[in-house]
C-alpha cells in the first residue's frame, strides 16, 4: 500500500505543479493583453469559446493537438535520455516533405499501401534528421541544441526555399496536391463510409469546418507506444540510466551511444509524424508555413506533461486548446502571438517550479552528512 | 575561377567584419556568462529582443544612439529573467533560456502588432550613421565590437575581476571558500551577455538595415555561440571564429555560385558551424563548472 | 560566557540540522591557542560539519562562536578569513587550470590600477613558501603539479591571508607515510612559530604522533576532551564507536588454488593522455585476497577501469580463465561472472535517481529472469530486490526508495548485494568501504572473506592500509603506476609498505612472488 501512496503522491505534485504553472503563465498573460487596450476577460472567453464553444470546436482543438502531441513527445523521449531536442521543428519539415512527395509523385498505388508507405517514408526521413544530431552527440559529443537548431534552418532551406521550389506546379508555394490514395482520413468525410456513417456520432463529425483526422489516434498510439518503450523495455530502462547517470550506465555494460542514437532517431520519427500528418490530413501538400513553429511548442507541451508520454497527450491538449482559441483570439482584435508568451511563461514556470520540486524532495531526504 | 576571384576580393574580406560583428558580440558575452558557468543559449532571444527596441527607440526618439541605448536595455532585461530563473532560483539553464527564445519570438511580433500595427516589418527608422570603405558599410557598433575584443581579453586575463569570473567557472565551491560571491558574479556576468547581445541586436535593424523584420536574428545567436565553443572560450579565439562565419556568410550573400542552387547558399553558415562543432578543427573542453546551478555548501 | 584567557576558540553548543539529519547535536569544542587539536570520529560522526560552521560555510541552528574571547558571527568565509581562520579542505579547492599564484591571490589579489600585480603577488608567495618551508612552484598550473604540493599551496592559501588558527580535514588521506612525516613537520613549525592547528581525522596513529589534545565526536555530539598522552589509540576507538572494537578483521588461513585472472605487461593511460599504468603484470588465484596498496592517483584507478572495461588499453593482455578480455567492454566482463565494487559508487555504482529495483539489476538488467525479448519483468525483479534488501539488510525505505536517499553504507551495501548475489568466480573491489559506517565494514569486510573462502579470487584496491593488511593474503604495492613489489600479508606490516609506497624496494623480509 505504501508504494502506491507514494506513487501517487508524486503524480499529484506533478500535476499540481504543471497546473500551477498554466494558471500563474495564463495570469501574466492578461499584463500583455493590457497592453492591447482589450479586456482579459473577452479575450479569454475568445479562447475558451474557441476552443471549447461547440462540438466543432472541441474537434477542431484535437486536431490542433495532433502534432503537439506528436512534437511533445519528440521531445520528451530525448529529455528521459538526458538529451534536448530542440530540432523537431527541422525533422517535422523532413517528414512531412518526404510524405508530400510521396503522396503526389506515385500516382497509381492503392491505397492500402500508398498511405503507409508515405507516413513510413516520412517518419523514417524525420528519424534520419533526428538521429543526425544523435550521431553526432554520441561519437563526436557536439551538443545537441546547437546542433538540432542548425539542422532546423538547413531543413527550412532544403524543404520550403528549395523544395517546394523544384516541384511545385502552381503559384502557390507549395509542393503538387496529393493523390487521394495517400491522403489521411478526416473525419468531416464520414458520412462517404458506409459502416462509420452508421455509427451513432457519425453526423457530429460531418460539418465541413472539422478539420480532425486520423493522425490524432496516431499520435494516442505513438503515445502509448513509447510509454511502453520508455517503461517497460530494457530499452527504455537504458535510455533512462543514460539519461540520469551516462557514467552509471557505462559500469553497468550499457552502450550510451546506442542510447542516444535510438532515442534521437525514434524521436525524429516521431516529429516527422507530425509533419506528415499535416501534410497528409491537413493541407494536402506541403506548404510554406505548415510547420507553424510546431516544434517549437513541442518543447513547452513536454515539459508541461513533465516528460512523461500520458503526460505530453495532456499538455499537447492544452496547447491544442490554446492554438485553436488563440484563433477566435485573433479575430477579436488580440494578437494571436499572445498564445507564443503564453507557451514562454509555461516554460519559465515550469523550469522555475521544477527546482521547488527539488527542494521538497531535499527536505524528505538525508542531507549534508555524510 | 571567377567564383574563386569574387571569394577572395577585398570587398568580400571586408564586408566579413560587418556580417561577423553581430556574432562577435554574442560570442563576447557568452564568453562572460559561459566562464563564469552559466550556460546561456538564450542569446538569440536576447539578441532579437534587443534589434526590436533598437528600432523602438529610434522610431519614438528619432535618434538611432537612443535605439542602442534601448537595445542593451533590452538584451540586460533578458538576461535579467534568466539570471533570476537560473543563478538565484537555480532552474535547468537550457530550457529557460529555451523560454527565453520562444518568448523573445512572441513578443517582438506582438509588440510590431501593439506598437507599430503591423504584422511582419516595422516601419522605416533612423538608422546609424555609417561610411564606405570599398562599397562595404560599416557602422559604430562594428568598431565597438572590434575595440571591446581586446577590451574583454584585457577583463578576462589581466584584471582580478577576470580571475574571479574564471575560477567560479572552473570549481566554485573554491571561489566560495576565499569569501566570494559565486552566485553575485554569475549573475552579473550573465547581465553582461545580456547587454552585448542585446547590442548585437541593434547592429541587424539599425546598423546594419534600418528597421525590424521578423525572427530577423535568424539564428546568428546559436552561430555565435558555435564561435565561442570554436574559439575556445578565449576572446580572441571567439572572434577569429566570429570573422569565418560572417566571411561564409558574406559568401553566401555576394558571391554568385552558379553550381549551387540560391536557395540552399543561405544554408551555408549553418552548415559550416554544424562542421565546426563536430570536431573537424579540434575538441574543445567548457568552463568545468559550466551548466550545473552553484549550492552553497555543496562540493 | 567564553572560558579563560588562552582558549583560542571556544564553540559552545552547536547544532547544525540538515534534512532528515541533526549532523551536530550540542556539540562544545575548546581549542587552546598554539596547541595542536585533534577532532576524531567516525565518517559521519559530525567533523567536517562542525569545521564548516566554524568557518562560516555553514550557518548554525544553534549554539555560539567565541574567538579570542569575542563573541562572533559568521556569516561566510570571508569573515573567517578576516579573524585569522584558515582552512584546508579534504577535498582540495584549488581551480585546476590557474596557476599556483593565482589560486592563493584568489578573493585578495594585490592590484595596481586596474591591473592585477602578478609581480607583488609572485614576492609574497614567495616570502610565505621560505619562511615556513613550504616549497612551491609559484608559475605551474595546479593541474600539472603533485598532490604534495597541492597540499602546500593549500596551506600557502591560509598563511597569506593571515590565519593564525589553521584547520586541515583530513589531511593525510592522499599522503604517503613519508608525506604524512614532512606534513606533521610542517604542523610542527607552524606550531613553533605561534599558530593553533586543528585537525580532523579519523586514522588513530597520527593522532597519537603529533595531536596535543583530542576532541571526540559520535553521532554529531561531542563525547570527551582528552590529553593525548593520557590515553592509548583503543580508549579513542572506544570513544569513537561507543563500544570495544575489533581493529583486527578475523579471517582464517587463505586456501588458494589456480590462476584465475592475470594481467601482462598492461599499459593505459589516464584522461590527459599521459601513462598512469606501466607495464604491470599481477596475477590472482583462486580463493585468494590480493591487494593492492598505496597511495591514490598512482595509477590504480585507471588499472582497475581498465579491467573491467571500462577505459581503453594500450598494450599488453588481461586474461581470464586463460582467455584474452583485453578488448572486452563492461558488459561482456559481466557476463564472465566478474563482480566489481566500484570506488566511487555514487558515479559508477548506482544510478542515484533509480529506485532499489532499478538499481539491483543494473548491469544484469537484461538477462532472465529479470528480462526476457527486451521486456523488462518487474514482478520478478520486486521479489528479487526484496530477498536481497532483507539478506544484506541494506536500510533506507523499502525498495521504492530512490538510491540517493540511502545513506553511504547502505548504498555501498546494495551494490555489494547486487554483485555478490550473481556468485562471482573473480570479484574487484576498490575502496570498498570508503565512507561507510563501521557497522557496515564489519559486514561488507565479513561478505569478502566469505567469497574468497567460497573459492572466488579477489583483487583489492585500498587506500586503508589497515584494510589491505587485514584483509589481503598476498599485497601489492603501486606507485607511479608500476608495481614495486608483491609479498605476503603476514610477512608484512606498514611500515615496510608505507617505504615501498613511496617507491623503494624492500629491504630485508617479505619474499617476493610474481
Given at each position: 500500500?505504501?508504494k ?6 508524486s503524480i ?14 495564463l ?7 493590457y497592453l ?6 473577452d ?8 476552443a471549447?464553444g ?6 477542431n ?5 495532433t502534432?503537439l ?9 530525448p529529455?528521459?535520455?538526458?538529451l534536448f ?8 519539415l523532413m517528414?512531412?516533405?518526404t ?6 509523385y506515385f500516382t ?7 498511405l503507409?508507405f ?6 523514417f ?8 544530431p ?5 561519437k563526436?559529443?557536439?551538443?545537441e ?5 542548425m539542422?532546423?534552418?538547413?531543413a527550412?532551406a532544403?524543404?520550403?526555399n528549395y523544395?517546394?521550389?523544384?516541384f ?6 507549395a509542393?503538387p496536391r496529393?493523390m487521394?490514395?495517400?491522403a489521411m482520413?478526416?473525419?468531416k468525410?464520414i ?20 478539420r480532425?483526422?486520423i493522425?490524432f ?5 505513438a503515445?502509448?507506444?513509447?510509454w ?5 523495455t ?5 535510455m ?5 547517470n ?5 559500469y553497468?555494460g550499457i552502450?550510451a ?13 516521431v ?8 501534410v497528409?490530413g491537413?493541407h494536402?501538400?506541403f506548404?510554406?508555413?505548415?510547420d507553424?513553429?510546431y516544434?517549437f ?25 490554446l492554438a485553436?482559441?488563440g ?5 477579436s482584435?488580440?494578437?494571436s502571438?499572445i ?10 514556470f515550469?523550469a522555475a517550479?521544477?527546482v521547488f520540486?527539488?527542494?521538497?524532495a ?6 549534508g552528512?555524510e | 575561377?571567377d567564383?574563386?576571384?569574387?571569394i577572395?576580393s577585398?570587398?568580400?574580406?571586408l ?5 561577423a560583428?553581430?556574432?562577435?558580440l ?15 543559449i538564450?542569446?538569440?532571444g536576447?539578441?532579437?529582443?534587443g ?9 519614438s ?11 542593451m ?8 529573467i534568466?539570471?533570476?530563473v ?6 535547468n539553464?537550457?530550457v529557460?533560456?529555451?523560454?527565453i527564445?520562444?518568448f523573445?519570438s512572441?513578443?517582438t511580433i ?6 507599430f500595427?503591423v504584422k ?7 538608422r546609424?550613421?555609417?561610411f ?5 558599410r560599416?557602422n559604430?557598433i562594428?568598431?565597438?565590437a572590434?575595440?571591446l575584443v581586446?577590451?574583454v ?6 584584471t582580478?575581476?577576470g580571475l ?25 556576468s ?6 552585448l547581445a ?8 539599425i546598423?546594419?538595415?534600418s528597421?525590424?523584420?521578423?525572427e530577423?536574428s535568424?539564428?546568428?545567436?546559436f552561430?555565435?555561440l558555435?564561435?565561442m565553443?570554436?574559439g575556445k572560450w578565449h ?6 571564429a566570429?570573422m569565418?562565419f560572417g566571411?561564409a556568410?558574406a559568401?553566401?550573400v555576394r ?6 542552387p540560391s536557395?540552399l547558399?543561405?544554408?551555408i553558415?549553418?552548415?559550416l558551424t554544424?562542421?565546426v ?10 568552463p568545468?563548472?559550466?551548466?550545473e ?5 555543496e562540493? | ?14 547544532t547544525?540540522?540538515?534534512?532528515g539529519?541533526?549532523?551536530n ?12 587539536h585533534?577532532?576524531?570520529?567516525e565518517?559521519?560522526?559530525g ?7 566554524l568557518y562560516?560555510?555553514y550557518?548554525p541552528?544553534g549554539g555560539?562562536?567565541?574567538y579570542?574571547g569575542?563573541k562572533?558571527?559568521?556569516n561566510g ?7 585569522g581562520i584558515g582552512m584546508?579542505h579534504q577535498?582540495?579547492?584549488l581551480v585546476?587550470?590557474?596557476?599556483v ?8 589579489e ?9 609581480k607583488t603577488a609572485?614576492?609574497?608567495v614567495?616570502?610565505i613558501?621560505?619562511?615556513y618551508?613550504?616549497?612551491v612552484d ?8 603533485s598532490v604534495?604540493?597541492?597540499?602546500r ?5 591560509t598563511?597569506?591571508?593571515?590565519a593564525?588558527?589553521?584547520?586541515f580535514?583530513e589531511p593525510?588521506?592522499?599522503?604517503t ?7 606533521f613537520?610542517?604542523f ?5 612559530q605561534g599558530k593553533?592547528i586543528i585537525f ?5 596513529k ?10 571526540v ?8 576532551t582528552v590529553n593525548?598522552?593520557e590515553v592509548?589509540?583503543e580508549?579513542?576507538?572506544e ?16 586456501k588458494?588454488g589456480a ?11 589516464d584522461?590527459r ?5 606501466k607495464?604491470?603484470s599481477?596475477?590472482v ?5 590480493l ?6 592517483g598512482?595509477?590504480q ?5 581498465a579491467?573491467?572495461g571500462l ?7 588481461i586474461?581470464l580463465?586463460g582467455?584474452?578480455?583485453s ?5 561482456q566482463?559481466k557476463?564472465e ?15 542515484m535517481?533509480f529506485d532499489l529495483?532499478?538499481?539491483?539489476i ?8 529479470f ?13 528479487y530486490?526484496?530477498?536481497l534488501i532483507?539478506k544484506?539488510d541494506?536500510r ?5 526508495a ?8 547502505n ?6 548485494a547486487?554483485?555478490?548475489?550473481h ?8 575502496q ?5 559506517d ?5 559486514f ?12 572466488a ?6 587506500a586503508e ?9 598476498r599485497i ?5 603506476g608500476k608495481?614495486v613489489d608483491?609479498?605476503n ?6 611500515r615496510?609498505l608505507?617505504?615501498l ?10 619474499e617476493s612472488n610474481?
Amino acid at each position: 500500500m505504501n508504494k502506491y501512496s507514494d506513487k501517487i503522491k508524486s503524480i499529484l505534485i506533478d500535476l499540481g505543479l504543471s497546473l500551477l504553472s498554466i494558471i500563474v503563465a495564463l495570469i501574466v498573460g492578461t499584463l500583455f493583453i493590457y497592453l492591447t487596450d482589450k479586456s482579459p476577460v473577452d479575450a479569454y472567453s475568445a479562447l475558451y469559446i474557441g476552443a471549447f464553444g461547440s462540438f466543432g470546436a472541441i474537434a477542431n482543438t484535437l486536431w490542433r493537438s495532433t502534432p503537439l502531441i506528436l512534437t511533445g513527445l519528440a521531445v520528451a523521449l530525448p529529455f528521459r535520455a538526458g538529451l534536448f531536442n530542440i530540432g523537431a521543428e527541422g525533422q517535422l519539415l523532413m517528414g512531412g516533405f518526404t510524405a508530400g512527395i510521396v503522396g503526389f509523385y506515385f500516382t497509381s498505388l492503392p491505397a492500402f499501401i500508398h498511405l503507409p508507405f508515405a507516413i513510413i517514408a516520412g517518419m523514417f526521413v524525420g528519424g534520419l534528421w533526428g538521429g543526425l544530431p544523435g550521431l553526432l552527440k554520441a561519437k563526436m559529443d557536439v551538443h545537441e541544441v546547437i546542433a538540432t537548431i542548425m539542422l532546423n534552418h538547413i531543413a527550412i532551406a532544403l524543404t520550403i526555399n528549395y523544395g517546394i521550389n523544384i516541384f511545385r506546379n502552381t503559384g502557390r508555394p507549395a509542393t503538387p496536391r496529393i493523390m487521394e490514395s495517400a491522403a489521411m482520413f478526416k473525419f468531416k468525410n464520414i458520412m462517404d463510409y458506409p459502416l462509420l456513417s452508421n455509427l451513432p456520432f457519425a453526423e457530429l463529425f460531418a460539418q465541413p469546418a472539422i478539420r480532425l483526422h486520423i493522425n490524432f489516434f496516431l499520435a494516442l498510439i505513438a503515445a502509448v507506444i513509447l510509454w511502453y518503450l520508455l517503461f517497460k523495455t530494457t530499452l527504455g530502462y537504458e535510455m533512462r540510466a543514460v539519461g540520469f547517470n551516462p557514467d552509471g550506465a557505462e559500469y553497468g555494460g550499457i552502450n550510451a551511444s546506442k542510447g542516444i542514437i535510438t532515442a534521437m532517431f525514434i524521436s525524429g520519427a516521431v516529429a516527422g509524424l507530425a509533419g506528415v500528418g499535416e501534410v497528409l490530413g491537413t493541407h494536402l501538400s506541403f506548404i510554406n508555413g505548415m510547420d507553424a513553429g510546431y516544434g517549437f511548442t513541442g518543447i513547452a507541451v513536454a515539459l508541461i506533461g513533465q516528460t512523461h508520454p500520458i503526460g505530453v497527450i495532456l499538455g499537447g491538449l492544452l496547447f491544442g486548446a490554446l492554438a485553436q482559441g488563440g484563433l477566435e483570439m485573433q479575430f477579436s482584435g488580440i494578437p494571436s502571438e499572445i498564445v507564443m508568451l503564453i507557451q514562454a511563461l509555461v516554460i519559465f514556470f515550469v523550469a522555475a517550479l521544477q527546482v521547488f520540486k527539488v527542494y521538497l524532495a531535499k527536505r524528505k531526504a538525508k542531507g549534508g552528512v555524510e | 575561377m571567377d567564383t574563386l576571384k569574387q571569394i577572395f576580393s577585398l570587398s568580400l574580406i571586408l564586408a566579413s567584419f560587418r556580417f561577423a560583428t553581430p556574432l562577435i558580440l554574442a560570442a563576447l558575452g557568452g564568453i562572460f556568462s559561459e566562464r563564469s558557468g552559466v550556460v546561456n543559449i538564450a542569446l538569440e532571444g536576447m539578441m532579437l529582443f534587443g534589434a526590436f527596441a533598437a528600432v523602438y527607440g529610434s522610431a519614438s526618439t528619432g535618434n538611432p544612439w537612443i535605439g542602442v541605448l534601448y537595445s542593451m536595455i533590452a538584451g540586460l532585461s533578458f538576461a535579467a529573467i534568466l539570471a533570476i530563473v537560473c543563478v538565484t532560483f537555480k532552474a535547468n539553464q537550457i530550457v529557460v533560456g529555451t523560454g527565453i527564445n520562444i518568448f523573445a519570438s512572441g513578443i517582438t511580433i506582438f509588440l510590431l502588432q501593439v506598437l507599430f500595427g503591423v504584422k511582419g516589418t516595422s516601419p522605416i527608422v533612423n538608422r546609424l550613421p555609417a561610411f564606405r570603405i570599398l562599397n562595404v558599410r560599416f557602422n559604430p557598433i562594428t568598431y565597438i565590437a572590434l575595440i571591446l575584443v581586446p577590451v574583454v581579453w584585457f577583463i578576462f586575463f589581466k584584471t582580478h575581476w577576470g580571475l574571479r569570473i574564471r575560477s567560479i567557472g572552473e570549481h566554485p565551491a573554491a571561489a566560495d571558500t576565499l569569501g566570494i560571491n559565486v552566485n553575485r558574479w554569475r549573475f552579473i556576468s550573465v547581465l553582461i551577455s545580456g547587454i552585448l547581445a542585446g547590442l548585437a541586436g541593434a547592429h541587424l535593424s539599425i546598423g546594419d538595415g534600418s528597421a525590424f523584420v521578423r525572427e530577423m536574428s535568424a539564428g546568428r545567436g546559436f552561430i555565435a555561440l558555435a564561435a565561442m565553443i570554436f574559439g575556445k572560450w578565449h576572446p580572441f579565439g571567439a572572434f577569429g571564429a566570429a570573422m569565418l562565419f560572417g566571411f561564409a556568410e558574406a559568401v553566401a550573400v555576394r558571391v554568385d555560385f552558379s553550381f549551387i542552387p540560391s536557395e540552399l547558399i543561405s544554408a551555408i553558415p549553418y552548415v559550416l558551424t554544424l562542421v565546426v562543432l563536430a570536431g573537424f578543427f579540434g575538441k574543445s573542453t567548457p568552463p568545468a563548472a559550466s551548466g550545473e546551478p552553484y549550492y552553497k555548501g555543496e562540493k | 560566557m567564553p572560558r579563560e584567557d588562552n582558549y583560542i576558540l571556544d564553540m559552545q553548543n552547536i547544532t547544525k540540522i540538515f534534512p532528515g539529519v541533526k549532523a551536530n547535536d550540542n556539540v562544545n569544542l575548546s581549542i587552546k591557542e598554539g596547541e595542536i587539536h585533534a577532532l576524531v570520529g567516525e565518517n559521519g560522526a559530525g567533523k567536517t560539519t562542525l569545521m564548516n560552521v566554524l568557518y562560516g560555510l555553514y550557518d548554525p541552528d544553534g549554539g555560539q562562536v567565541f574567538y579570542e574571547g569575542e563573541k562572533v558571527n559568521l556569516n561566510g568565509p570571508q569573515d573567517a578569513i578576516d579573524l585569522g581562520i584558515g582552512m584546508v579542505h579534504q577535498h582540495f579547492m584549488l581551480v585546476d587550470p590557474l596557476t599556483v599564484t593565482e589560486n592563493i591571490i584568489l578573493g585578495s589579489e594585490p592590484r595596481s590600477g586596474l591591473m592585477l600585480d602578478q609581480k607583488t603577488a609572485k614576492r609574497e608567495v614567495k616570502e610565505i613558501s621560505d619562511k615556513y618551508g613550504l616549497f612551491v612552484d609559484p608559475g605551474a598550473k595546479i593541474q600539472d603539479i603533485s598532490v604534495g604540493m597541492q597540499q602546500r599551496v593549500e596551506i600557502i592559501k591560509t598563511l597569506y591571508r593571515g590565519a593564525e588558527l589553521l584547520i586541515f580535514d583530513e589531511p593525510t588521506a592522499v599522503l604517503t607515510p613519508q608525506e604524512i612525516d614532512e606534513l606533521f613537520e610542517i604542523f610542527r613549525s607552524l606550531k613553533e612559530q605561534g599558530k593553533t592547528i586543528i585537525f580532523i581525522t579519523h586514522k588513530l596513529k597520527e593522532v597519537k604522533e603529533i595531536s596535543d589534545r583530542i576532541t571526540v565526536l559520535r553521532s554529531g555530539k561531542s563525547i570527551d576532551t582528552v590529553n593525548t598522552e593520557e590515553v592509548s589509540e583503543e580508549d579513542v576507538a572506544e570513544l569513537m564507536v561507543g563500544r570495544q572494537v575489533l581493529l583486527e578483521v578475523e579471517k582464517t588461513e587463505a586456501k588458494p588454488g589456480a590462476e584465475i585472472f592475470n594481467v601482462e605487461n598492461l599499459n593505459v593511460k589516464d584522461n590527459r593522455g599521459i601513462p598512469a599504468v606501466k607495464d604491470i603484470s599481477l596475477s590472482v588465484r583462486k580463493g585468494e585476497i590480493l591487494g593492492i596498496a598505496g597511495v591514490e592517483g598512482n595509477g590504480q584507478s585507471e588499472l582497475i577501469e581498465a579491467i573491467t572495461g571500462l577505459r581503453d588499453i594500450e598494450s599488453g593482455n588481461i586474461n581470464l580463465r586463460g582467455k584474452n578480455i583485453s578488448n572486452y567492454n563492461a558488459r561482456q566482463i559481466k557476463r564472465e561472472k566478474v563482480a566489481h565494487i566500484p570506488e566511487d559508487r555514487q558515479r559508477r555504482g548506482l544510478i542515484m535517481d533509480f529506485d532499489l529495483k532499478e538499481n539491483i539489476i543494473l548491469g544484469y538488467h537484461d538477462l532472465e529472469p529479470f528480462s526476457k525479448n527486451g521486456i523488462m519483468k518487474y514482478d520478478n525483479i520486486a521479489q528479487y530486490t526484496q530477498d536481497l534488501i532483507e539478506k544484506y539488510d541494506v536500510r533506507g525505505g523499502g525498495m521504492e526508495a530512490q538510491a540517493k536517499n540511502l545513506s553511504g553504507g547502505n548504498q555501498q551495501k546494495l551494490i555489494v548485494a547486487r554483485e555478490f548475489s550473481h556468485d562471482p568466480e573473480f570479484l574487484i573491489a576498490s575502496q570498498p568501504t570508503r565512507g561507510v559506517d563501521v557497522g557496515s565494514i564489519e559486514f561488507i569486510h565479513k561478505q569478502i572473506i566469505d567469497r574468497r573462502d567460497n573459492g572466488a579470487g579477489v583483487l583489492l584496491v585500498s587506500a586503508e592500509l589497515s584494510e589491505v593488511l587485514s584483509l589481503s593474503d598476498r599485497i601489492a604495492v603501486i606507485f607511479e603506476g608500476k608495481i614495486v613489489d608483491i609479498l605476503n600479508a603476514s610477512e608484512t606490516d606498514e611500515r615496510e609498505l608505507g617505504k615501498l609506497m613511496t617507491g623503494s624496494k624492500a629491504e630485508a623480509g617479505g619474499e617476493s612472488n610474481e
